[in-house]
């Protein structure tokens, strides 16, 4: 088993706090347009982490390296347009994560080509700083848009298949425990039942190169 390693988690840190709070933000910042009050009176409509990081799912995500944030509640009975305000909420909190990725990548290009990241200790770690945190939001990003509740990715798959309740019910109810299972069975065999890492991989190294980042 792999020793922890504390310095290894204060650079990854930084950008699991950013992206876990931008994400759960945007959902109530959303939600909160699209007309329903839930997430501003539940003061949520803020940057401050401790309105949305869920202590257990920040712990998975920095030992086993999937987690979640406290869910942002809204009622659907209160939006203007439920049909697609729904999907706007759900697509919220993934879509800022991309655009926190893409600004960092870009951010980091720039300060790679100006100060060589092995120039010194300090130069280096800030460099591994931003690496974890591009590559962590594109971690949210893949991660979340998985169609399996609790993840946004259920929201949109969900709303399709309410005209077939039977199908609904079953995945609602035992969709967390196969999403659940599949994490646990991955991280115990190590074996990749859900091919998340790499497609951050191929779209975060991607990016990168595209903002003139050559590694």
């Not at 909160?32 to 401790?50: A, I, Y």
């Not at 869920?54 to 869910?71: Q, S």
């Not at 919220?92 to 060589?116: D, E, H, K, T």
């Not at 990715?153 to 399709?160: E, I, K, R, W």
């Amino acid at each position: 088993m792999e020793s922890f390693d504390l310095a290894r988690v204060l650079k990854f840190l930084p950008g699991i706090v950013l992206g876990l709070t931008v994400h759960e933000f945007c959902h109530a910042l959303v939600a909160h347009l699209c007309g329903d009050s839930t997430s501003k009176d539940q003061g949520r409509v803020t940057l401050n982490p401790l309105k949305h990081i869920d202590p257990l799912g920040f712990i998975m995500l920095i030992f086993a390296g999937f987690g979640w944030a406290k869910p942002v509640e809204f009622n659907e009975q209160n939006l203007r347009n439920p049909k697609y305000d729904v999907i706007k909420i759900a697509l919220a909190g993934p879509l800022s994560n991309a655009v926190i990725a893409m600004i960092l990548s870009v951010i980091f290009s720039i300060y790679s080509s100006l100060v060589p990241v092995y120039q010194s200790h300090v130069t280096q770690i800030i460099s591994e700083v931003f690496l974890y945190a591009i590559y962590i939001n594109w971690g949210l990003f893949i991660f979340n848009l998985i169609p399996l509740p609790p993840l946004d990715g259920s929201h949109l798959l969900f709303y399709q298949l309410r005209r077939f309740p039977a199908v609904y019910d079953a995945l609602y109810k035992y969709g967390s425990f196969l999403l659940f299972g599949l994490i646990i069975a991955t991280f115990l065999t190590k074996i990749n039942f859900l091919p998340i890492w790499p497609a951050i991989q191929y779209i975060g190294g991607g990016f990168l190169t595209l903002v003139g980042y050559s590694g």
